[in-house]
């Protein structure tokens, strides 16, 4: 189907085109020349083929092989390595490292591949080498330049003929062929076509590095990552030296897989063992802290959650977290004190990772929860304990993906209890039917997350039976009853699991009281519930609101 064109205009006297009337004409200026000229409809053309089309099986993969670059931890996040014709798009915030894993992975790959190119735009070669001497790159074959126009960028690589090309960044690369600024949207669609067209006709797999906006978006017109085979983004907090490297897309390998570094005063260093990296350590129990894991790609992340529980005065109270989504957190608030009996209306709830780690695994909900009980009850999480499962509104638990992978990382790092939830074992079970055993680690399951709090002591406590013979409020001369919350009625005398503490003891806080049933006031407080019989005065019971 033939496409349409819009119309031209050109000056009858002179030749001048324009793409809309005027009355005047801008070269000659004559009035009334300009006239609307039609341009003949042009139809697809037909061009012989580059190369013929071959059937799938006879096609030889062996071509298309991963080189491994020198870094395994950026080998596990491409896949095992770098393709031949292969575009990566490396993008990250301000200072967080992308120009020091960069010139690290050209010094591997010129020690062990061949000739590197590595371009900047945003520092001269004699700033290179400074750096490249602080980090210990000094191979013979690795090649610098600094260069922000696009013709003498390719005709650099012409030249040096490397066999891995690196470009920081594309941000600051221009091409005169196209208006606008370096780093405009139609300069970055340029200079990335052009590249990719390098990389696709020599083989030599490119690396381009790219600037991020405010809100963590690769700057850039948004087809830059359609148009790149791989984009891997780095991570990491700007105080912590822990930088997590996250493969957005891969056409050639997982998209989700993570690799870790440290980043140290001689450059960057490989992590391949972050087990202790989003942790902390103590030498005696604290309360507050609960441990999971999380799955990052293919692997599991032993990770620390902290929180903290504090009382307060404010009308509205506050609930931050950091390294966790703050929505998923209110949602596990409202469970806990829902279904788990734990009053948390009046306090505020803090809660972080540890190591700048981000979680975003569901797996996660049920240490979140467990730290914030042990915060709030004062009692510590034991530390040897990993808390695996989601946690439903319904105060159900969930299993997780992956829980075989964690807890075979839970016992090699000698954890010895794992919370999971009810029925995970029967769904790990191998052929024969039986349970599978992990020696020195003892697997318990739980339904629901009160029953989960409860089997690691951090559930509601119970009074003694002495403690109930001398509590007032089961005093039958004193007229007085506890009210249960989730009945709605009073508590069932007979019945000593109903009498709950949801926390520790707050002194110096007074219930509130309001008109309930048969003109009686219901005394409401963050430790008891006393609904009192007769006339309009409340009392509160020991170990209550004051």
């Not at 960069?102 to 290179?128: K, M």
């Not at 507050?288 to 109270?317: D, K």
């Not at 569901?362 to 467990?370: G, K, T």
């Amino acid at each position: 189907m033939t496409k349409s064109v819009k119309p031209s205009y050109r000056c009858g006297e002179c030749g001048w085109a324009s793409l809309r009337w005027v009355g005047r004409c801008g070269q000659c200026q004559a009035w009334g020349s300009v006239e609307a000229v039609a341009p003949a409809a042009v139809g697809p053309t037909v061009a012989p083929p580059s190369q013929p089309a071959v059937p799938i099986t006879e096609v030889d993969p062996g071509r298309v092989t991963h080189r491994p670059t020198g870094l395994s931890e950026l080998d596990r996040v491409l896949g095992g390595g770098l393709t031949p014709g292969a575009v990566v798009l490396l993008a990250g915030e301000p200072g967080v490292g992308k120009s020091t894993l960069l010139l690290a992975l050209a010094q591997a790959w010129s020690t062990h591949q061949g000739r590197t190119l590595y371009i900047s735009g945003e520092e001269s070669t004699g700033q290179i080498k400074l750096r490249a001497g602080r980090t210990g790159a000094d191979s013979p074959e690795l090649f610098l330049a600094a260069e922000t126009e696009l013709a003498q960028v390719l005709g650099q690589i012409e030249q040096v003929r490397p066999s891995l090309v690196v470009v920081d960044s594309v941000q600051t690369i221009g091409s005169q062929a196209v208006d606008g600024s370096a780093g405009g949207v139609a300069q970055v669609r340029e200079v990335a076509s052009a590249l990719i067209q390098v990389a696709k006709r020599s083989g030599r797999p490119v690396i381009l590095v790219g600037h991020v906006t405010k809100d963590g978006s690769i700057a850039g017109p948004r087809t830059l990552e359609h148009l790149v085979d791989v984009v891997v983004s780095v991570e990491g907090e700007r105080r912590s030296g822990v930088r997590l490297l996250r493969a957005v897309k891969n056409r050639f390998g997982p998209a989700d897989e993570v690799g870790c570094f440290q980043l140290t005063d001689g450059g960057v260093e490989e992590v391949p063992d972050p087990s202790g990296v989003f942790t902390s350590r103590h030498d005696q129990p604290v309360t507050g802290s609960a441990l999971t894991f999380v799955v990052e790609g293919r692997r599991p992340l032993l990770t620390e959650l902290q929180a903290l529980v504090a009382p307060t005065r404010a009308a509205g109270p506050r609930r931050v977290s950091h390294g966790f989504d703050s929505g998923r957190l209110a949602m596990l608030l409202a469970v806990l004190q829902r279904r788990a009996q734990l009053r948390l209306h009046r306090d505020d709830v803090y809660v972080s990772t540890v190591g700048g780690a981000r979680v975003n695994d569901p797996a996660a909900d049920l240490a979140v929860a467990c730290a914030v009980a042990s915060a709030a009850r004062d009692a510590p999480c034991p530390d040897d304990l990993v808390a695996l499962a989601e946690v439903g509104l319904a105060g159900e638990l969930r299993r997780p993906t992956e829980l075989g992978r964690r807890l075979n990382e839970a016992q090699r790092l000698g954890l010895r209890r794992a919370l999971v939830p009810a029925g995970s074992l029967s769904q790990l079970a191998g052929p024969g039917g039986s349970n599978p055993v992990w020696p020195g680690l003892q697997v318990i399951e739980s339904p629901h997350l009160l029953d989960a709090l409860t089997r690691v002591g951090l559930g509601p406590k119970r009074p003694s039976a002495d403690q109930m013979s001398r509590h007032p409020a089961f005093s039958r001369s004193a007229g007085d009853q506890l009210w249960d919350p989730e009945r709605d009625g009073p508590l069932d005398r007979a019945d000593p699991t109903r009498f709950e503490r949801s926390g520790p003891a707050r002194a110096g806080r007074a219930g509130s009281a309001r008109a309930d049933h048969g003109g009686r006031n219901r005394v409401e407080g963050p430790e008891l519930v006393v609904l009192r019989g007769g006339d309009n005065s409340a009392r509160s019971a020991p170990g209550g609101p004051g």
